[in-house]
């Protein structure tokens, strides 16, 4: 049986500006700005204080908010400035006591969330219009700069004491974990020995060095400070065009009814239903597709707000995905089904693609949400098996849930009607980490099949599915059940860690990109680091911080 | 321009002619340093005479040395103590091994940290102090205040040299930073926020000497343990000055409660400020303001970085060799009055962490002392008055109390109780209002203002008439 931790109340992911803690978000027409400022008290779990504009999942949980509700609600936002409300201090990063304290799988879940997050920074850049100013007006340390670095520029305030640094190696034995190291040389180009001279040196560089090294684009004196910041301001307003019109719309709280039965959790919302097994270690998420057609225009959409099918689904399954990750760990396989009409999920791509052509924000942001979303799902670290049966939709963007699993079994029934269906949305809307659609990393070998496939849009049943190479299985109605029981039984019981390796090296073949190597590379050295002694073990790095004795290394290198 | 005479202009016991990587970094620095003085420096008498003390060598008769000088020819000096070629390390977790004589690479960066710290603090309060000059009650204070503000200058020297000879290029750069803040500045302000503090009147000095001057003291004993031999006999050596400043603090405080004393005795309602003094509770609000300011100096109640100091042999406790018979301070724990919900309870802290709190335990003790002091001169003119000072708690900006609101016996109360009380125990607008019109200058030998009584001796055996400053 496995060892129960405390019993912790579970993670939700709700909040609003009204309700921060920690966070201070204004919008002033085009310009937002984020002010960190954490209550020192206010943390999610007792035991540790945020000091020094630490954070902790709480603090990531409301920035997580505050850039969704940009999007959403002040789509007109053209600059977003990331700052500080407390004297002499920017951010001091991830709590280190909070993380020493955290059990191994909640510290990679928490960088993973706030890795996202740090992405959705650059995802808005990239697709939104919306440029990201991180204005460092004091001490800037590890997950703090890893804030910044998500940020399309960075100023350090010149104080003579005011730092940018990567301290983790040098004071914690352990990496920086969102993103720094990568970001650093791939992203702001910092030069490879200059890197390592950075990350070495726990107390960071002023702006003078910072500035030669390119940690940052800038300085100026406290005096000068709003002043010029404001002018960064308003260069980045008219690089993106100038100030927007669009009306945002309200983002009300996802609505989620939680049944526990014995073993068995159920958490429905209007749209999707995730049902958690405790005794099989299973979880089963099912999409339900449109029941109604889209609107007629882009206007509708807009006076649908955030109870268009389009978007609520998604928002549900994105809350569904982060139950899943961070309240029931144990759940090592996931069942991925769908409910509807594929005609009408096809209708809806259709409908957002042609008002994102258009101009329309919103289709603009409800796609991309959904990508991310989708982009949510890849980095599960879960198995992942696509049930396609009659009745399902997998079509459209729903069907990019089935290349997202790593495995896809569809009922060949000759009784009944059961199609996948693509669209063109599979072909380029939504990008995984490595920028490719999935369709592309499926057929890294036979491009060719891509284009032909480009022609293929009507429904297609489970033998020319299989045929096309669109699904895994495609058992018939006699081998079904038996079949998939096996598949399953077989694989809830392989080594949890061998698995979740094995799925992320093979989901994301193809040329690494800055979000692959965070999301693979840094994040698998640092879950590595997280487990050795010499990071938690009795005398490792992390737990010794804070403690009067010093840490022992085992100083073999693999 | 030739080679600098190195051992005249620059006196030394560090081999300053033999030393050409040193000699290459003061030739850069010197020069920087004394335009900093020329611009930041007392105001007003860069060209007059003041009978100063010199330190020409480190031995005993060297290090008193006096005559005039004009500040800016001030020869300052680099001096450590004298080396004990055996010295081995005493405390933390490289106890036994031989004391250090060059940095070693681990602790690199945490003792350049701790020596610009400290460094930091010595041309601030030149800065702070630079107009009073202009207000001095008498030469004897004007005097003093210079070769206070002499010696800060050579204990930024002593920093400087460490950083100069054992920390490279980095070193170098810090060095100059020390030069390049300023205190108070929006800018480019000094490190710790007591030293941004304006001291602009002879009230606000003397606190100043008597509270900062004495976190100073503690500091600079605390790293006169630490392993690395350098900045161990640096710090030394650095306290034989320190010591004469915080008797300038606690005797002018001493002789303005005196006076106080004395003048509220004379004035028929007892008042001191009716007779042109400055009245006992002024001078407690005083005491309330700068004493808790200076308690933050010390750092967090319980703190990492002050246990990674004392585990890495770089930091000891007040007298860790001759006052501790144990010397690792591991599973060893102290008590701390922590707030829990409006209340105050004990909590344990692992003794490592709680290094600042030991070390500020031994400054409150010592400053209890001279309050001590001053309360007897009060009794001794028959004054029912006792001045007091106010609980760590009171009025902290840092550290564990920083969050909530004590009274000055450091008991918990709300917010609007201490904002009700606030004029009532910190020095008010007003008061310094008044302080300030007192401060006329007074610089006739032998004369002396009104708010202050004379000293019982003058310096070096001279009168208290002695010209110690010739402003001809």
């Known amino acids: 049986m496995a060892a129960n931790a405390a019993p912790q109340p579970p993670v939700r992911f709700d909040t609003h500006p009204d309700h921060y803690k920690h966070w201070n978000l204004t919008v002033d027409g085009a310009v937002a700005r984020l002010n960190l400022e954490v209550d020192l008290h206010g943390g999610l779990r007792p035991g540790y204080e945020l000091k020094l504009n630490s954070y902790d999942l709480g603090v990531d949980i409301e920035l997580a908010d505050a850039v969704r509700r940009l999007r959403f609600e002040h789509p007109a936002v053209r600059v977003v400035v990331v700052s500080s409300s407390l004297p002499r201090v920017f951010c001091a990063g991830a709590n280190i006591r909070m993380l020493a304290s955290s059990a191994h799988g909640f510290k990679v879940n928490f960088c993973k969330f706030t890795n996202e997050t740090r992405c959705e920074f650059e995802d808005m850049s990239a697709h939104s219009n919306t440029h990201f100013i991180a204005a460092v007006n004091g001490a800037c340390a590890g997950g703090g700069y890893e804030l910044a670095l998500a940020c399309d520029e960075i100023y350090l305030i010149d104080d003579g004491s005011s730092t940018v640094s990567l301290p983790e190696v040098p004071l914690l034995g352990v990496l920086p974990g969102t993103g720094g190291l990568t970001r650093v040389v791939d992203k702001r180009k910092v030069r490879r020995d200059h890197a390592d001279l950075f990350c070495t040196k726990a107390e960071g560089f002023r702006l003078r060095d910072a500035l030669r090294m390119n940690l940052v684009d800038g300085g100026f004196p406290r005096s000068k400070w709003d002043e010029r910041i404001g002018a960064k301001v308003d260069t980045a307003l008219h690089a993106r065009g100038g100030a927007g019109s669009e009306q945002g719309i309200a983002l009300t709280p996802v609505s989620r009814t939680v049944t526990v039965e014995g073993a068995v959790t159920t958490v429905d919302y209007p749209s999707v239903s995730l049902r958690i097994d405790g005794d099989q270690r299973l979880a089963e998420i099912t999409v339900k597709g449109p029941t109604e057609a889209p609107p007629a225009d882009a206007a509708a959409l807009h006076a649908l707000g955030c109870e268009s099918w389009a978007l609520r689904a998604f928002r549900e399954l994105d809350d569904a995905l982060l139950e899943l990750r961070f309240n029931h760990p144990t759940e090592g396989l996931v069942l991925l089904r769908t409910e509807g009409d594929p005609a009408l999920v096809t209708a809806w791509d259709d409908a957002l693609s042609g008002w994102r052509e258009g101009g329309d924000w919103l289709a603009r942001e409800i796609q991309l949400h959904q990508g991310r979303t989708l982009r949510r799902l890849d980095n599960m670290a879960r198995s992942m098996f696509a049930l396609i049966e009659p009745g399902s939709c997998f079509a459209g963007v729903l069907y990019e849930v089935a290349l997202s699993a790593d495995r896809s079994y569809m009922l060949d029934d000759p009784d009944q009607d059961n199609f996948v269906q693509l669209h063109a949305v599979n072909f380029g809307a939504f990008p995984t980490h490595n920028k490719r659609t999935r369709l592309d990393i499926r057929f890294l070998g036979a491009p060719e099949t891509v284009t032909q496939l480009r022609s293929q849009l009507e429904p297609v049943d489970a033998a020319e599915a299989q045929d096309l190479g669109l699904v895994t299985l495609s058992p018939d109605d006699l081998d079904w059940e038996d079949e998939v029981r096996i598949e399953i039984e077989e694989r809830v019981s392989l080594s949890p860690d061998g698995l979740t390796g094995m799925e992320q090296n093979l989901r994301f073949a193809g040329a690494e990109t800055c979000e692959t190597k965070i999301f693979g590379r840094l994040t698998a050295w640092q879950n590595w680091i997280f487990q050795r002694p010499n990071a938690v073990g009795e005398r490792g790095a992390l737990v010794m911080y804070g403690h009067p004795e010093k840490p022992v290394f085992d100083w073999k290198r693999t | ?472």
């Not at chain 2, 990674?308 to 001759?322: C, H, N, V």
């Not at chain 2, 009274?407 to 008061?431: C, Q, V, Y």
């Open chain 2, 1 to 472: 321009m030739g080679a600098i005479d190195y051992q005249s202009r620059i006196p030394n016991n560090v081999h300053l002619s033999d030393d050409r990587r040193l000699q290459r970094a003061l030739e850069r620095w010197q020069p920087n340093y004394l335009s900093w003085w020329q611009e930041m420096g007392p105001d007003g008498f860069q060209t007059k005479d003041i009978y100063l003390r010199t330190a020409i060598s480190a031995d005993r008769q060297g290090w008193a040395h006096f005559d005039y000088v004009k500040m800016p020819d001030y020869r300052w000096g680099i001096f450590l103590a004298e080396p004990d070629p055996d010295r081995e390390i005493h405390f933390g977790d490289h106890m036994g091994k031989p004391a250090w004589q060059t940095v070693p690479g681990e602790f690199r960066n945490v003792l350049r940290r701790i020596i610009v710290t400290q460094g930091d603090t010595e041309p601030a309060s030149v800065e702070q102090q630079r107009q009073l000059g202009n207000t001095a009650p008498s030469l004897y204070d004007l005097r003093n205040l210079f070769q206070v503000n002499v010696e800060e200058g050579r204990h930024l020297w002593a920093m400087v040299y460490l950083l100069h000879s054992y920390f490279g290029r980095e070193g170098r750069d810090e060095a100059e930073e020390l030069l390049a803040r300023r205190s108070g500045d929006e800018d480019k302000p000094r490190i710790l926020d007591a030293f941004n503090q304006p001291c602009n009147d002879w009230l606000s000095f003397f606190c100043f000497t008597m509270f900062a001057d004495r976190d100073g003291k503690y500091q600079l004993a605390a790293l006169a343990e630490s392993a690395f031999d350098p900045l161990a006999r640096t710090c030394k050596f650095m306290l034989t000055e320190e010591a004469h400043h915080l008797f300038v603090g606690d005797t002018g405080l001493e002789r303005i409660i005196r006076r106080s004393a004395e003048l509220a005795q004379l004035d028929p309602n007892g008042d001191a400020r009716a007779q042109g003094g400055i009245d006992l509770p002024t001078i407690q609000r005083f005491i309330n303001f700068w004493f808790s300011y200076c308690l933050d100096l010390f750092g967090s109640e319980v703190s990492t970085n002050a246990a990674d100091y004392f585990g890495q042999s770089l930091k000891g406790r007040f007298g860790e060799a001759k006052r501790y018979s144990e010397h690792t301070a591991l599973g060893q724990s102290k008590t701390f009055k922590v707030l829990k919900d409006g209340r105050l309870v004990d909590e344990d802290v692992p003794l490592r962490n709680a290094m600042n709190e030991v070390l500020r335990d031994d400054y409150i003790d010592e400053c209890g002392n001279a309050v001590r002091r001053w309360n007897k001169a009060i009794a001794k003119l028959g004054l029912d008055f006792e001045l007091s000072l106010p609980s760590r708690r009171f009025h902290r900006r840092q550290g564990l109390y920083a969050d909530a609101h004590f009274d000055p016996a450091g008991n918990p109360i709300s917010e609007a109780e201490f904002e009700a009380n606030r004029d009532t125990w910190l020095k008010t607008e007003s008061d310094m209002e008044f302080v300030r019109t007192l401060m006329q200058p007074c610089h006739e030998p032998g004369k002396i203002a009104n708010w202050i009584a004379p000293p019982r001796k003058g310096i070096n055996g001279q009168p208290f008439e002695f010209e110690y400053v010739r402003f001809a």
